[in-house]
């Protein structure tokens, strides 16, 4: 996950995604309005986190269909 905020730009809440103990299977799970209750004020900083996660989604289900 520390990796992942640092590509898309957002290295600003790795402190954040490690207290609140996210990892990549709760990265997949993870709601806008989670996003604000972690403490992710920005609406833009939320809604591209959002982006990038239905991204990652996107490539994880594509190597799943290549199976």
Same mark, same amino acid.
């Given at each position: @996950?520390?990796?992942?905020?640092?590509?898309?730009?957002? @290295?600003?809440? #790795?402190? $954040?995604?490690?207290?609140?103990?996210?990892? %990549?299977?709760?990265? $997949?799970?993870?709601?806008?309005?989670? !996003?604000?209750?972690? %403490? @992710? $004020?920005?609406? %833009?900083?939320?809604?591209? #986190?959002?982006?990038? #996660?239905?991204? !990652? /989604?996107?490539?994880? #289900?594509?190597?799943? $269909? /290549?199976?």
């Amino acid at each position: @996950v520390v990796d992942w905020l640092r590509c898309i730009d957002m @290295v600003c809440y #790795i402190d $954040l995604f490690f207290a609140q103990q996210i990892d %990549g299977e709760v990265l $997949l799970l993870i709601t806008q309005k989670d !996003l604000f209750n972690a %403490g @992710v $004020l920005p609406l %833009g900083h939320q809604k591209k #986190i959002m982006m990038h #996660i239905e991204k !990652l /989604k996107e490539k994880m #289900i594509q190597k799943e $269909l /290549k199976f």
